[in-house]
């Protein structure tokens, strides 16, 4: 952690854990340094980064509170997996924004990000620590084999804990817009404001928004049940289900998300079960759609970005 310090000090990357995946951190204030996350990822400028803050008085140093809403929003759900997107101030390159108005701000709650991010002082800039497009890491290891020789230290803190993306928000005419699914679901935001879903638009306005990201090296398709599935023959076919069932006995190789059904441990084992397909060098993986109640659907919501 003391390394870690001193790397971002330098205007340098290290990936840092989070409670969702893995994020590839650099001082949010530094330009040269953000750069270098664009650079060692492979990621489009075009796409914008989340900052996190050492502590909720920060958030009025980097963007203007416009609402009520933001202001309960922070105090229920901070530290913890829900990005706020805002109009940002001055202070903020354009680089970490992709040239918006606006920023995407949270406070990650495991213990070592903070720690870090406390020490530091200042807002960090950290996306997932993975190559652009690809999938998530929620394990040290998983950062290795895509960014290893590309940036200086990864800071291992063990698996996290949610497994994918913060939810991101914005408020909108009074209403919560949720522009990505994610850990806090939809029916936890309802009761704050009237909720809707985000808007189609030409340009990102948050990062996940592109129509292929998550994805696996091997294609993946998409389905209602495995059971109705009947792929191409002669082909390995791997199959990701929400449970164990018999359906997956006739791929060639398979791989389950909750013994139990559970929605939380799915969402938790997704990202580790895509790779673990995917590194068998599967011909095709077909994912089965869970349930989409709850964080059921920010799963689906990946799943479906996967499959570009």
């Known amino acids: 952690m003391a390394r870690a310090l001193e790397l971002l000090d330098a205007g340098q990357v290290v990936a840092l854990p989070t409670e969702t995946v893995y994020g590839l951190a650099a001082d949010a204030l530094n330009p040269e340094a953000v750069a270098r996350i664009f650079e060692a990822k492979?990621?489009?400028?075009?796409?914008?980064?989340?900052?996190?803050?050492?502590?909720?008085?920060?958030?009025?140093?980097?963007?203007?509170?416009?609402?009520e809403t933001v202001q309960r929003l922070t105090q229920t759900f901070w530290p913890g997996p829900l990005t706020i997107v805002l109009r940002k101030r001055d202070t903020i390159p354009d680089i970490v924004t992709?040239?918006?108005?606006?920023?995407?701000?949270?406070?990650?709650?495991?213990?070592?990000?903070?720690?870090?991010?406390?020490?530091?002082?200042?807002?960090?800039?950290a996306p997932s620590a993975n190559r652009f497009g690809q999938i998530s890491p929620t394990q040290a290891s998983h950062v290795l084999d895509e960014l290893g020789g590309r940036i200086p230290l990864i800071v291992d803190g063990g698996p996290t804990q949610h497994g994918i993306e913060s939810t991101?928000?914005?408020?909108?005419?009074?209403?919560?817009?949720?522009?990505?699914n994610g850990p806090v679901t939809a029916e936890r935001l309802a009761e704050f404001a009237p909720v809707v879903r985000t808007r189609l638009s030409s340009a990102p306005l948050a990062p996940g928004q592109l129509p292929s990201h998550y994805a696996p090296r091997a294609k993946l398709v998409v389905v209602d049940a495995l059971e109705s599935f009947s792929?191409?023959?002669?082909?390995?076919?791997?199959?990701?289900?929400?449970?164990?069932?018999?359906?997956?006995?006739?791929?060639?190789?398979?791989?389950?998300?909750?013994?139990?059904?559970?929605?939380?441990?799915a969402a938790a084992n997704l990202f580790q079960r895509l790779r673990e397909l995917d590194r068998q060098n599967p011909d095709l993986i077909v994912a089965e759609l869970v349930p989409a109640q709850g964080i059921g659907a920010a799963i689906n919501e990946r799943l479906r970005r996967a499959a570009g």
């Open 42 to 67: 492979e990621r489009p400028c075009f796409d914008p980064l989340i900052i996190h803050l050492p502590d909720q008085k920060a958030l009025d140093q980097v963007s203007e509170i416009e609402t």
């Open 231 to 265: 792929g191409p023959s002669g082909k390995r076919i791997a199959a990701l289900s929400f449970r164990d069932s018999t359906a997956l006995r006739r791929y060639w190789t398979r791989a389950h998300l909750s013994e139990r059904g559970d929605l939380r441990e």
């Open 98 to 125: 992709a040239g918006l108005e606006t920023v995407a701000v949270r406070m990650s709650a495991n213990p070592i990000f903070t720690e870090i991010v406390g020490k530091f002082g200042r807002p960090i800039a």
């Open 168 to 180: 991101i928000v914005r408020i909108v005419d009074g209403s919560i817009e949720i522009l990505r």
